[in-house]
């Protein structure tokens, strides 16, 4: 396992524990992009943002606002987590506003895997053991790839069959900016072995 740190948090930062998409996953998310633009046209155009390449991640668990203080912790715990799980595999299923029809949101949704649960277990339980709260919603696996206030129900939504790898671990930062939340990896972790 090898492990990359890439930056320095600041006071209470706003964190989350995801998975970057590898590169082939990438252009498949591209794919259904392109997808989308064609099937909902140029005047759409303008009220959807999609997701950077720097941005999609499939999130693991959710943190929030996080004092400072833990962040030796919790980067310690994700070396440990990225130990202890393997790479594996995933399915795509879906295409579609998530995680109702009428969200604003528009994600690729993965089906749970015994190794895709035992990767979000791990990081709930990180959680627990640095005093966090984990969330309570059901964990339903996505990459978003885009936002509208108008939503997306305009756009059908695409059954997909197309498994993907997921072979790394990353704590990513969130910063406000005027074009909206960037996501900056502080440690990533490759998990051994292929799927």
Same mark, same amino acid.
């Given at each position: 396992?090898?492990?990359?740190?890439?930056g320095?948090g600041?006071?209470?930062?706003r964190?989350f524990?995801?998975?970057?998409p590898?590169?082939?996953?990438?252009?498949?998310?591209?794919?259904?992009?392109?997808?989308?633009?064609?099937?909902l046209?140029?005047?759409?155009?303008?009220?959807?943002?999609?997701t950077?390449h720097?941005n999609r %991640?499939l @999130?693991?668990?959710?943190?929030?606002e996080t004092p400072?203080? *833990?962040? $030796?912790?919790?980067?310690?715990? &994700? #070396?440990?987590?990225?130990?202890r799980?393997?790479a594996?595999?995933?399915?795509?299923?879906?295409l579609?506003?998530?995680?109702?029809?009428?969200?604003?949101?528009?994600?690729?949704?993965?089906?749970?895997?015994p190794e895709?649960?035992?990767?979000?277990?791990?990081?709930r339980?990180l959680?627990?053991?640095l005093?966090l709260e984990?969330?309570?919603a059901?964990?339903?696996? %996505?990459? @978003?790839l885009?936002?509208?206030?108008?939503?997306?129900?305009? *756009?059908? $939504?695409l059954?997909?069959?197309? &498994? #993907?790898?997921?072979?790394?671990?990353?704590l990513?930062q969130?910063r406000m900016?005027?074009?909206?939340?960037?996501?900056?990896?502080?440690l990533?972790?490759?998990l051994?072995g292929?799927a």
């Open positions: 396992m090898g492990s990359n740190h890439r320095e600041v006071a209470d930062p964190l524990i995801g998975v970057r590898t590169a082939d996953t990438q252009v498949f998310l591209d794919g259904l992009v392109n997808h989308c633009r064609q099937q046209g140029q005047s759409a155009e303008r009220a959807i943002r999609w950077s720097a %991640h @999130t693991l668990a959710f943190l929030g400072a203080e *833990l962040l $030796p912790a919790l980067e310690a715990g &994700i #070396v440990d987590i990225a130990d799980a393997r594996c595999e995933a399915r795509v299923v879906s579609q506003p998530f995680p109702r029809n009428r969200s604003r949101l528009l994600a690729a949704e993965l089906l749970p895997n895709l649960d035992t990767l979000h277990r791990l990081c339980e959680m627990i053991q005093g984990p969330e309570s059901t964990y339903r696996p %996505h990459f @978003t885009g936002r509208n206030r108008r939503g997306f129900s305009r *756009l059908p $939504p059954e997909l069959d197309r &498994i #993907v790898t997921l072979d790394n671990i990353v990513y969130s900016t005027p074009g909206g939340s960037q996501y900056h990896p502080l990533e972790a490759e051994p292929g």
